[in-house]
């Protein structure tokens, strides 16, 4: 078990910060030619995108159009039925060591502590006990969680839930975080709160992101690239970068003088993808 | 921001608060009082609970007493006789080596058939190629009443206690397995999903998912099989040799000694009822994470 561990991810903890500093941390993502059935009809249809590393994108577009279907595919958790994805140059068959997936419903085991819960996927790549242990309180401590360790997942709120899949995914130290809609199923505050924390982090640890959401707002405020998909068959309708510079704060996007026509430029994309449903491209 | 902080602040300074003031309690004498008006209430509820359950026993005891001084002594008897009977078997009879010997086959055949219950379950439950083997005995058999078996299992083993013990077995058996392989079934898809994306081997998705995650079926089956093996142990007394509990029953109610068999059946209720409770203790302990304060008082 012990050969799991993660080529690129180096052994002493401590030097999370600095490895992710000079810019060793993040992989890009090749994704060509991607084909996804469900039943007779392409859910995804021809679909190409490269991340590259260290890149934030934020993948938008209307329920249904297959985005947690391509997500899935990245982490190694859905069959590719055609075309290829590769990690860091390593082809996607099966979950990748160097990659990390936020749930949206936060995946936390509930019969295991927060802190077990942290270690879990230290452990199960072979990691030494101690040295998960302390990576493991590093993640929680980096979250803002340092002094729930031992609460289980039952007696956490929404917010501190998916502070806790985010410490998981990040104790790992992946090349690539893949992010399911994380803060969908907490409130506006929370959510704003969380967004504010991501943003924070990336500014220290930068490191290769997808990231699906519903909101338009959050994909501009966190990403450095907004990927706009559309429906039947799942495509992508528009790339586009965010001229906004780092560090940044929820704030400051919003007051930022792109933000609106952006804003404007996305949703009518999406609008465009709703009413013209499988009649454009 | 800073106004909604500021009262924290002032209370944590001054925890006795100015008197003319508004009154300001620390957050930790606030914690306590919460927390000892919430463990007053938990303490209240369980006390109306046990008093309802005392109130019930003496009005249902009361009723069997009255019932039971006007009617023959052939057809039933006052609980004070009752007691009084079983007293007397345990002190001049053999209800006490009796009782052993029940409780030693039922221990066997009860761990016999938990054992197989969980392995069997588990295995159907975790991997296709077990359901598929086996899935259709196992619904078979659980559908088909075990008394039907217990003939075949004299012809096939005898009637000493061996064959007691594979029947009770089988009575625990059957529904012990088809729980845990609900119970393996219904652990979280999106569970299993994280532990793909973990990368857990197959050692190692036992341990931290499909064993901690049964759990709590384990326990219920295990519950369930303690009211299947009671009836398997008293169906291997009376149809097999007859011995142990089965032996008093059989012996005093032919006898038309009702009182002393209703004291029979009494222990047998006692012992199902002692036994659930012990295995509701053990689910207590075994699954701390269901056990949370959920701020409504409730004890889990
Ligand atoms: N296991 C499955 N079997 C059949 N169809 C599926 C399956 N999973 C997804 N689909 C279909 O594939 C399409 C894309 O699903 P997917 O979950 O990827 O959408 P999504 O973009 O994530 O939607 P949402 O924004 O609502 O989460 C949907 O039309 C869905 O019905
Ligand atoms: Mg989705």
Redesign the pocket.
């Known amino acids: 078990m012990a050969s799991v561990e993660t080529a690129s991810a180096p052994r002493d903890g401590h030097r999370v910060a600095s490895a992710a500093e000079s810019g060793q941390r993040g992989g890009d993502i090749v994704c060509s030619g991607l084909y996804?059935w469900?039943?007779d009809?392409p859910?995804?249809a021809s679909l190409d995108l490269y991340v590259a590393r260290n890149q934030f994108v934020c993948v938008v577009?209307?329920?249904?159009?297959?985005?947690?279907?391509?997500?899935?595919m990245m982490a190694g958790l859905a069959s590719i039925d055609s075309g290829t994805i590769a990690i860091s140059g390593q082809r996607v068959t099966e979950p990748l060591a160097s990659v990390a997936v936020v749930f949206?419903h936060y995946g936390l085991f509930p019969w295991k502590t927060v802190f077990h819960n942290v270690a879990l996927p230290l452990r199960a790549a072979g990691v030494t006990k101690g040295e998960a242990a302390r990576r493991a309180n590093d993640a929680l401590k980096l979250v803002g969680l340092n002094d729930i360790g031992n609460q289980y997942p039952a007696q956490l709120s929404g917010g501190m839930k998916q502070r806790v899949g985010l410490a998981r995914a990040l104790a790992i130290q992946p090349e690539v975080v893949l992010l399911?809609?994380p803060f969908a199923a907490v409130d506006a505050q929370t959510r704003e709160i969380l967004q504010e924390e991501l943003l924070a982090l990336w500014s220290r640890y930068q490191q290769t992101a997808v990231f699906?959401t519903?909101s338009i707002d959050e994909a501009i405020t966190l990403a450095d690239r907004v990927i706009v998909?559309g429906?039947?068959p799942?495509r992508i309708l528009d790339d586009i970068e965010v001229p906004i510079g780092r560090p940044r704060s929820v704030a400051s996007v919003r007051r930022h003088e792109s933000y609106a026509p952006l804003r404007e430029q996305i949703w009518e994309q999406l609008r465009g993808s709703s009413t013209a449903g499988g009649e454009r491209g | 921001m800073a106004q909604r902080v500021e009262p924290k602040a002032v209370g944590a300074a001054t925890p006795a608060g100015p008197q003319g003031d508004v009154a300001v309690i620390s957050d930790t004498v606030l914690g306590a009082q919460i927390r000892d008006a919430r463990r007053r209430r938990a303490r209240r509820a369980r006390r109306r609970f046990l008093a309802i359950r005392l109130i019930s026993l003496v009005v249902v005891f009361g009723a069997w007493q009255i019932y039971g001084m006007h009617t023959i002594a052939i057809l039933f008897a006052p609980i004070s006789t009752v007691l009084h009977q079983g007293y007397l078997l345990f002190a001049h009879d053999q209800l006490g080596s009796q009782l052993g010997y029940s409780m030693w086959t039922f221990a066997c055949g009860y761990a016999i058939g938990v054992a197989i219950g969980i392995v069997l379950g588990m295995l159907m439950g975790a991997y296709r190629w077990a359901e598929a083997a086996a899935s259709m005995y196992v619904f078979a058999l659980y559908a088909t009443p075990m008394v039907a078996l217990v003939p075949i299992i004299s012809l096939w083993i005898g009637f000493d206690a061996t064959a007691q013990i594979v029947i009770i077995a089988l009575f625990v058996t059957w529904p012990m397995t088809v729980t845990v392989f609900h119970g393996v079934r219904q652990i979280d898809a999106e569970l299993m999903e994280v532990s793909r994306s973990l990368r857990l081997n197959r050692r190692q998705m036992w341990v931290h998912v499909l064993l901690p995650g049964a759990v709590p079926f384990v326990i219920t089956g295990a519950t369930q099989g303690v009211a299947m093996g009671l009836v398997g142990v008293i169906i291997a007394e009376l149809q097999t040799q007859l011995s142990g509990l089965g032996d008093a029953l059989q012996t005093q109610s032919q006898t038309y000694h009702t009182a002393a068999a209703l004291a029979v059946i009494l222990l047998i209720m006692v012992l199902g009822v002692g036994l659930r409770a012990i295995l509701g203790l053990v689910h207590h302990r075994a699954v701390p994470w269901l056990r949370i304060d959920r701020g409504d008082g409730a004890q889990r």
Do not use: N
Request: charged letters at 20%; proline letters at 4%.
């Open positions: 996804k469900f039943g009809s859910v995804i577009g209307p329920s249904g159009c297959g985005k947690t279907t391509l997500l899935r949206q399911d809609e699906v519903h998909m429906a039947k799942g």
